[in-house]
Every structure is written in structure tokens, then in C-alpha cells.
């Protein structure tokens, strides 16, 4: 299991328990029982306990099924959907299936679908057979739909089914609500822990107490387990240390000093590409304790210094996206609670005013140190906009052999600064000579050959076809800026999955992720 996750084949498991009031204490629970039938027989007490006792009922009873549901539509908008998972619910039995089913449907918003997947025999009611009775095929294409990252069926309804051997990384949380132990436990939990972008763990959200004691509840080889099964609780206590660690980073920098001024001085401090990768592996472990986090209440307070050391992690990203280690994209969550609804674009973009000014540019060369962090800021930035454009890869690398050589000492600071407005004078006239419908061509070029390259016998598309779709819907829903928005952002996803899922290439994550990366370059 260790090895597995080491080796990225699996993820690691949390787990969090839910409703301690609405639990149900099988040992009180038969305490009282006894006490209530003392005065009846064996035979009485049996009868009773048939028909009224039954741990089943008191799972299924109206009250607790409404509050569970409640509670994991909830925890499912909040946790999950914005990270673009799924959610399997597992029931006590088929009648419970039914009744999360109603109740979900009925507080879930639009747009989020729900399916029971479950055995309905010669015995079940003819509404189950007819709503739930599915052949082979199309449960297979039910299940199909639900690995799909764009179709809208997020929540599957089980009791039986999917526990083993049901693979979907589309699946991150299971939400427990039936008794499971040992090797049964271990197998339906571990539906959750397969890998997919931007997925860090499985998580188990258990209603039941199951995992109150997990070596109880996995009764073998439980330090092992313990290990990679563990509360999500434990998280909070490793937030606190890792803040810690991402801001010692930079001492003495005031963090409310807002916008461009208070971004120069983080710059300053990690002024090398080894601080630079140093912060960025510490900021890489914050984020992953954050994205699984939130929107706990324990973030609150550490809201305003998150927000700020996302924004320099964002700034001293290498304009190719890779320094010695790869930088990684920003979780869903991460990027929410920066943008909110616009980003704010702390780097002031007076690049053209700047070389265009001899007597600016004399006034810095007269003081180089102050200014060299600023220029280079502000090249990066621009040049972080183009991407893989080979124009400006080329200034990239450029930018990345003069930054090598002023650490090395071979390049004294006039000598940077002189070079660094060089190179800004060349970005701007690159940028000048390529209009914006020439800079869409090279998209829909870069988009051509992406679909000739992934195209096979088993994808029999025609790539012009797919490429003009995705051309079209792109232009009608993208808007200036629109990759400094949430909004912008998640529109444009959800035209490129509409035109994708049209000729059936929708559920390559890879594919997707490539086209996307095209798309915010080019448009």
C-alpha cells in the first residue's frame, strides 16, 4: 500500500467523521433495549426486536436520512465540485438507495445528477425495476458517464455494487454510511484513491463511527494501514509548521504592504532561481494541505497570508513554467480565493513606457540595484503570457541565460540591467508584430497538430473539423483577459469539454489539458 503511493499508482486516504448526534450507539442502543423488554419473554423480545429494532430502521429513520443528505450536499459543494470530482454514497441497503436518492435530488442545485446503482431483483418493487432496472450495457454507459469529468452525473447511490473492482479517478470521496470492516472496508474505500490531475487523496466521509478506531475497523497489518488511512483532522495540525516555513521565506517583508511594492520586496528576498525552487517545493506542500482543507474554518485566520504567498508563488514562476523543480498549476480552490471574481494584477505593466523613456532608463542605469528585480519581474510576467510561442520561448531562454549568468558573477549589475532592457525593447516589438488574429492562427496551428498527433484508428476524427469547432465556441465565450478570471477561466473549460465530448475524446485528461493550455496561449 506504502509502495503503491510512493510510487504514484495510488493516493493516500483520509478520512473525516460527520453528526456525532445523528450517530447510532449499538452498545447504548442495546442496553436500553433490554431494559424495555425485560418483562418479556425470549420469544417476545425476538419479535420486538424483528420489527422495531432493527439497526436498518433507525439508519433509514426520516429524520436522520433528511440530515445526512443535507449534510453531504453540503460537504460535496463545498469540498469536492470544485475540484471537478465525484462522490459514490454507500447505503445500508436498496430501500436506503432510494431514500438518499429523493432526498438528494430534492436540495442538490442544477446541474448536479445523482444515479442508484444497485441489484433489483424478481422481488422489488415495480418503480425500483422501472427507475433503477438497467441492463449490462447501459450501466456500463451510466458508469461511463460518471469518469466523465464534464457530465453533470457527480453522485452514484450504492449499497452492493461498485465496492470492488470499480476504477473511475474521477471518484475522490466516499460518503459511509454502512457498517464495513476489514477487507471489505479496505477494498470499497480504496474506489477513491486513483489518480487524476489535481486529485492529492481519497476522501472518506464516515457517518457511522467506523473509523473511530481505525485498527479496530481494519483488524490487519493496522500500522501499515494506519499509515495511509488517516484522519483528515491531522492536517491541521501540519498547516500551522508549513505557513511557517513558506513565509520564513521572507523575513522582514511587511505582507499588508499591497500590490506592486510589497510583491518587489518578496522578489528581493528569494533573489536566485535555488530560493526561488526552494520556496516553491515548501509552497507546493501548503497548498496540498489547503486544497484538501478547504473551506474548513481552521483556514480562516491564515486567509490573508495564504492569499499572499500564492500571489509571489504565481510572480516568480519561470515564464516556461519549470525551474530546477517543476512548478505546479495552482489548485481550484487556490485559484477561487485568489481571483474571486478578478485577479489582481499586482505587477504594474508599464513595460512599453519603460523602454520607450531614455530618461528612465537613464535614471536606472544610474542606480542599477533597485531596479534590476523590477525590470526582471515585469519581462518575466510579459513573457509568462506567450507560453510556448517559439518567438518568445526563444526570449524566455534568453531571459533565464542572462538571470544564470548575473548569479555567477560573470554579468555585474549595470551590465544585467543593460541587457535586461534589451530584452524588454525585444518582447515589446515581438508583441507588436504579431496582431492577435495571427497569434489565434498559431493556436488553431498548435491545435492541429495536437489532434493529428493523438488521432488513431480507435479516434477516427477529422482534425480540421474538431479544430474549427473548438475555434468557434472558444471565440464566442472567451473575452479580454479572460485567464485572469474565474469566470473567464471556467467558461472556456466548459466550451472545450462540450466540443470534445461531441466526437467522443472527452474522457483523455491529457488531451484535454494540452488543448486548454493552447487555448489560454492563444486566445
Given amino acids: 500500500f506504502e509502495e503503491s503511493i510512493r510510487d504514484n499508482v495510488t493516493l493516500p486516504l483520509r478520512f473525516e467523521t460527520r453528526l456525532d448526534d445523528l450517530r447510532i450507539d449499538r452498545a447504548t442502543l442495546d442496553a436500553e433495549f433490554a431494559e424495555l423488554t425485560k418483562h418479556l419473554s425470549d420469544d417476545e423480545r425476538a419479535e ?78 415495480q418503480d425500483w425495476k422501472d427507475r433503477f432496472g438497467r441492463s449490462k450495457d447501459e450501466e456500463e454507459s451510466l458508469l461511463d458517464r460518471f469518469r466523465d469529468p464534464a457530465d453533470p452525473l457527480k453522485i452514484l447511490i450504492v449499497t452492493a455494487k461498485l465496492l470492488t473492482g470499480f476504477d473511475a479517478p474521477t471518484l475522490q470521496c466516499m460518503y459511509l454510511d454502512k457498517l464495513l470492516r476489514d477487507h471489505t472496508l479496505l477494498q470499497a474505500i480504496c474506489r477513491t484513491n486513483r489518480p487524476a490531475p489535481n486529485k492529492s487523496h481519497g476522501l472518506i466521509v464516515d457517518y457511522l463511527g467506523i473509523f473511530d478506531d481505525v485498527a479496530q475497523a481494519l483488524a490487519f497489518d493496522d500500522q501499515s494501514i494506519t499509515k495511509v488511512v488517516a484522519n483528515i483532522d491531522g492536517l ?204 489565434q492562427d498559431r493556436g488553431k496551428a498548435a491545435l492541429t497538430e495536437l489532434f493529428e498527433e493523438v488521432k488513431n484508428r480507435e479516434t477516427p476524427v477529422i482534425v480540421e473539423r474538431v479544430v474549427n469547432d473548438i475555434d468557434d465556441i472558444v471565440r464566442q465565450v472567451r473575452f479580454d483577459g479572460w485567464q485572469q478570471t474565474a469566470a473567464g477561466e471556467r467558461e472556456v473549460k466548459q466550451a472545450l469539454r462540450r466540443s470534445l465530448l461531441r466526437y467522443k475524446l472527452h474522457t483523455d485528461q491529457d488531451l484535454f489539458d494540452r488543448a486548454y493550455a493552447y487555448i489560454k496561449q492563444y486566445y
Fill in 48 to 125: 420486538v426486536s424483528k420489527r422495531a429494532g432493527r439497526f436498518a430502521l433507525l439508519v433509514k429513520a426520516p429524520a436522520r436520512v433528511s440530515a445526512v443528505c443535507e449534510d453531504i450536499a453540503r460537504h460535496f459543494q463545498d469540498k469536492v465540485a470544485p475540484e471537478g470530482f465525484g462522490a459514490q454514497v454507500v447505503t445500508i441497503d436498496q430501500e436506503a438507495c432510494v431514500l438518499t436518492k429523493e432526498a438528494l435530488d430534492a436540495i442538490l442545485p442544477d446541474g448536479v445528477e445523482t444515479a442508484v446503482v444497485m441489484h433489483v431483483g424478481q422481488g422489488a418493487p
Fill in 236 to 439: 491541521k495540525d501540519e498547516l500551522a509548521p508549513m505557513m511557517a516555513a513558506c513565509l520564513a521565506h521572507f523575513p522582514g517583508v511587511d505582507r499588508s504592504i499591497a500590490g506592486w511594492e510589497g510583491l518587489l520586496a518578496a522578489q528581493q528576498c528569494v533573489p536566485t532561481n535555488e530560493k526561488r525552487d526552494a520556496f516553491a517545493q515548501d509552497f507546493s506542500q501548503l497548498t496540498t494541505l489547503w486544497e484538501a482543507l478547504s473551506p474548513d474554518p481552521a483556514l480562516t485566520p491564515l486567509e490573508d497570508d495564504y492569499r499572499w504567498l500564492a500571489a509571489v508563488y504565481e510572480s516568480l514562476k519561470p515564464p516556461s513554467g519549470n525551474g530546477k523543480l517543476l512548478w505546479h498549476a495552482l489548485g481550484a480552490k487556490t485559484i477561487e480565493l485568489i481571483h474571486e471574481n478578478v485577479t489582481v494584477q499586482a505587477v504594474r505593466d508599464d513595460i512599453e513606457a519603460l523602454v520607450l523613456d531614455d530618461e528612465v532608463i537613464a535614471e536606472m542605469l544610474a542606480d542599477p540595484e533597485p531596479h534590476i528585480v523590477e525590470v526582471e519581474i515585469k519581462v518575466s510576467t510579459r513573457l509568462r503570457r506567450h507560453g510556448n510561442d517559439p518567438e518568445f520561448v526563444a526570449l524566455s531562454e534568453r531571459l533565464e541565460n542572462l538571470r544564470a549568468k548575473h548569479e555567477a558573477g560573470q554579468l555585474q549589475s549595470i551590465e544585467f540591467l543593460k541587457h535586461l532592457i534589451d530584452l524588454a525593447k525585444d518582447v515589446v516589438e515581438a508583441e507588436h508584430e504579431t496582431p492577435p488574429e495571427v497569434e
